[in-house]
């Protein structure tokens, strides 16, 4: 690498370590959308200058960056025996006084059992199904199977992760459900359907 893609994949990894920082300063104080899209937004420039400086290996390089830093910060509260660094808890007034029924208790159940359902089998499903659609498409575009087996596969699990997380940010058991189901249909066109 020359002089000038070393100084970019230095910004690049100085950009996704400022975006986790920024992603995480906006989830512990709730409220800023602003600090929510400048932080994607610099991890976005961080994987694309490393792209650039160093091609895929680069764009590896600082995916493995961010994520060593994000377990870093993780493990070593842990380490120390002390809690995660979470966000405060936020209880409604007078939420702990009302008495729980035992159609609520089994109601709450079911939809724990849902919401694991969604993220686990049917998100599993849907990153499947659209790694299936990537592989035959890259296929079609003249890709050797090795090629397209390998991105498929990576592209499976962070299809899969991306789905998951952004099912469980949706508070409504409904709306997850209708997104889930979407986007299960939208996978298996994208599977089957002929190009």
Excluded at 44 to 68: C, E, P
Excluded at 136 to 155: E, N
Aim: glycine content about 12%.
């Amino acid at each position: 690498m020359s002089t000038f893609e070393w100084s970019l994949f230095l910004l690049a990894a100085a950009a996704g370590l400022g975006g986790l920082y920024i992603l995480y300063t906006a989830w512990k104080r709730p409220g800023r959308p602003f600090h929510v899209a400048g932080g994607w937004a610099l991890l976005l420039a961080a994987v694309v200058a490393g792209f650039v400086a160093n091609g895929d290996r680069g764009l590896a390089q600082i995916s493995v960056i961010v994520m060593v830093a994000a377990c870093i910060y993780l493990a070593i509260p842990m380490m120390r025996g002390v809690a995660l660094p979470v966000a405060g808890v936020r209880q409604r007034a007078g939420v702990g006084d009302t008495p729980v029924l035992s159609s609520n208790r089994v109601l709450s159940g079911l939809a724990g059992v849902w919401t694991f359902l969604l993220t686990g089998p049917i998100a599993g499903g849907i990153a499947l199904f659209c790694a299936a659609g990537l592989f035959k498409l890259m296929r079609a575009a003249s890709v050797s199977v090795a090629t397209a087996g390998a991105t498929t596969i990576i592209a499976s699990v962070v299809i899969w992760a991306v789905v998951s997380v952004l099912l469980l940010m949706e508070p409504r058991a409904g709306r997850r459900s209708a997104y889930a189901g979407g986007a299960l249909i939208f996978s298996l066109i994208a599977a089957f359907a002929p190009l």
